[in-house]
Nanobody, 125 residues
């Protein structure tokens, strides 16, 4: 499966962005999906994700209550809705997928076999 993330840009603090991740060559319904981000000079951090069943969604504490991940099976797209953005949210955002990931390992980047190319989000006044 190939993943294509987009929707990044420059936004003021307190603003919102929605990042779509479109899958081709496979259906998102057959994959666990995660979002990660990487700021300059820092490691790639987990933002959130859900297992293949989609039964529940997990979020990093840093984004809980501000970010929402959703899946549109008809469009084969996963969205990362980001509200109340802060300067510390500035990073390149990546979507990732893999067929089988146990819930406890959703936040581990090495669990994912497929990655999108990343999209830059800059939060600045």
């Amino acid at each position: 499966v190939q993943l294509q993330a987009s929707g990044g840009g420059v936004v003021q603090p307190g603003g919102s962005l929605r990042l779509p991740c479109v899958a081709s060559g496979g259906s998102f319904s057959a994959y666990a999906v995660g979002w990660f981000r990487q700021a300059p000079g820092k490691e790639r951090d987990y933002v959130g994700g859900f297992p293949r069943s989609g039964s529940t969604t997990q979020y990093a504490n840093s984004v809980k209550g501000r970010f929402t991940i959703s899946r549109d099976n008809a469009k084969n797209t996963v969205y990362l809705q980001m509200n109340d953005l802060r300067p510390e949210d500035t990073a390149v955002y990546y979507c990732a997928a893999s067929r089988t990931i146990i819930f406890s390992r959703l936040r581990v980047a090495s669990s994912y076999a497929y990655w999108g190319q990343g999209t830059q989000v800059t939060v600045s006044s």
